[in-house]
C-alpha cells in the first residue's frame, strides 16, 4: 500500500527554522514529481513548493509568499522529500502536507494537462506553529 508519512513539524519563534521529511514507501517507487501544501484554520489548502523531474531537469516552483525562505528537495535513494522553511513567519502556521504523483500522474503533468493541486498520494499532515 502506498503510503507518504511525514515529520519535522512542531512550534518555532519568528525568524527560526524548521525541516520537513516525507518518506515514501509502498508502492511509490519514486519521487519525480513532488509537492508541498498547507493549509491554515479557517483557509483553502495552497500549494508551497513544487518540485518535478521529467524530462531530466528539476522543474521547481514556489508560491510567492515563500519564496527565498523554503526550499524544496527530495532523495530518491531514500524516498524521501523535505521542506527546508527559514525565517518562518507567524503567517506560515498551518498544516502542511506532503504531496506525490503517480507514474500516470506524470505523464498527465509532463502533458500539461494536471491541475497544479491534484496528486495522486497525500501524507497525514504535520502542524507547523510559528510564534510571534
Known amino acids: 500500500q502506498a503510503q507518504l508519512v511525514e515529520s519535522g513539524g512542531g512550534l518555532v519563534e519568528a525568524g527560526g527554522s524548521l525541516r520537513l521529511s516525507c518518506t515514501a514507501s509502498?508502492?511509490?517507487?519514486?519521487?519525480?514529481?513532488v509537492g508541498w501544501f498547507r493549509q491554515a484554520p479557517g483557509k483553502q489548502r495552497e500549494l508551497v513548493a513544487t518540485?518535478?523531474?521529467?524530462?531530466?531537469?528539476?522543474?521547481?516552483n514556489y508560491a510567492d509568499s515563500v519564496k527565498g525562505r523554503f526550499t524544496i528537495s527530495r532523495d530518491n535513494a531514500k524516498k524521501t522529500m523535505y521542506l527546508q522553511m527559514n525565517s518562518l513567519k507567524p503567517e506560515d502556521t498551518a498544516v502542511y502536507y506532503c504531496?506525490?504523483?503517480?507514474?500516470?500522474?506524470?505523464?498527465?503533468?509532463?502533458?500539461?494537462?494536471?491541475?497544479?493541486?491534484?496528486?495522486?498520494?497525500w501524507g497525514q499532515g504535520t502542524q507547523v506553529t510559528v510564534s510571534s
Open positions: 509502498g508502492s511509490i517507487f519514486r519521487l519525480d514529481s
Open positions: 518540485l518535478a523531474t521529467i524530462t531530466g531537469d528539476d522543474n521547481i
Open positions: 504531496a506525490a504523483d503517480s507514474a500516470l500522474g506524470i505523464v498527465q503533468r509532463a502533458r500539461g494537462t494536471r491541475p497544479k493541486n491534484v496528486y495522486d498520494y
